[in-house]
T-cell receptor, first 112, second 110 residues
Framework: GAGVSQSPSNKVTEKGKDVELRCDPI?????LYWYRQSLGQGLEFLIY????????KSGLPSDRFSAERTGGSVSTLTIQRTQQEDSAVYLC??????????FGEGSRLTVL | QKEVEQNSGPLSVPEGAIASLNCTYS??????FFWYRQYSGKSPELIMS????GDKEDGRFTAQLNKASQYVSLLIRDSQPSDSATYLC??????????FGAGTTVTVRA
C-alpha cells in the first residue's frame, strides 16, 4: 500500500481483556516503530524493530505489553489484561532512513 | 532516553507573521533533528529535517540547529491559518530510535 496501515482504527474493550493492534508498514521500510499518545500529550516511545536485529523494547511500560514483527513486515502490538490507563492512541510508523518516520492513522484504544 | 523539551504553548500569531518554535535536547551525542506537524486528530507528518549546524530553508519553513547550545528551532514565515497545528521536535542519535518533545501548539489568527 501507499502508506502505513493500522487496524483497528478504534477499539473499545473492557478492563482485563486482551487486545491486539496491527500495523502494516510501507513496503521496503526496514524500521518499524510503535508509539503511544495520550490525550493532549506527546509521543511515548514503546518499541522499535530494525531489520533482523533484536527489537528495542525499552519503552514498553509493563510486561503486559508485547510486540512482534513477522517476516520483517507486519507487526502486532498486544496488550494483555488491559487497564484504564492503557487508553490512548497507538501509533505505528515505518522508516527507511533515520528519523524520517511515516505514521499510520493510529488505533484509538478505550478501556472501560 | 534522550530528553527533548519544548514550550507547550499555545503560541498565537497573527496571519502573515513569523512563528518561532524552540526545542532543546539533553543528549549531546544527538545527530539528527526533525520537526513534525500534527493536526488535531491526525497523525504526525515530517516537515523538516536538519543534521548540521546552521539554517535549512524549505519554502516558508526554516530550521535552525546549534549543537553547541543543544538547541533547534523552527521558523514559520508568513504564517497561514492552515499552519495551526502542534509542532513536535524529534531527536535521534546514530540509531533509528527517535525521541519526541511534547509539542508546541500554534494558532494562527486570521
Amino acid at each position: 500500500g501507499a502508506g502505513v496501515s493500522q487496524s483497528p482504527s478504534n477499539k473499545v474493550t473492557e478492563k482485563g481483556k486482551d487486545v491486539e493492534l496491527r500495523c502494516d508498514p510501507i513496503s521496503g521500510h526496514t524500521a518499524l516503530y510503535w508509539y503511544r499518545q495520550s490525550l493532549g500529550q506527546g509521543l511515548e516511545f514503546l518499541i522499535y524493530f530494525q531489520g533482523n536485529s533484536a527489537p528495542d523494547k525499552s519503552g514498553l511500560p509493563s510486561d503486559r505489553f508485547s510486540a512482534e514483527r513477522t517476516g520483517g513486515s507486519v507487526s502486532t502490538l498486544t496488550i494483555q489484561r488491559t487497564q484504564q490507563e492503557d487508553s490512548a492512541v497507538y501509533l505505528c510508523a515505518s522508516s527507511r532512513g533515520i528519523g524520517e518516520l511515516f505514521f499510520g492513522e493510529g488505533s484509538r484504544l478505550t478501556v472501560l | 532516553q534522550k530528553e527533548v523539551e519544548q514550550n507547550s504553548g499555545p503560541l498565537s500569531v497573527p496571519e502573515g507573521a513569523i512563528a518561532s518554535l524552540n526545542c532543546t535536547y539533553s543528549d549531546r551525542g544527538s545527530q539528527s533533528f526533525f520537526w513534525y506537524r500534527q493536526y488535531s486528530g491526525k497523525s504526525p507528518e515530517l516537515i523538516m529535517s536538519i543534521y548540521s549546524n546552521g539554517d535549512k530553508e524549505d519554502g516558508r519553513f526554516t530550521a535552525q540547529l546549534n549543537k553547541a547550545s543543544q538547541y533547534v528551532s523552527l521558523l514559520i514565515r508568513d504564517s497561514q491559518p492552515s499552519d495551526s497545528a502542534t509542532y513536535l521536535c524529534a531527536v535521534s542519535g546514530n540509531d533509528y530510535k527517535l525521541s519526541f518533545g511534547a509539542g508546541t501548539t500554534v494558532t494562527v489568527r486570521a
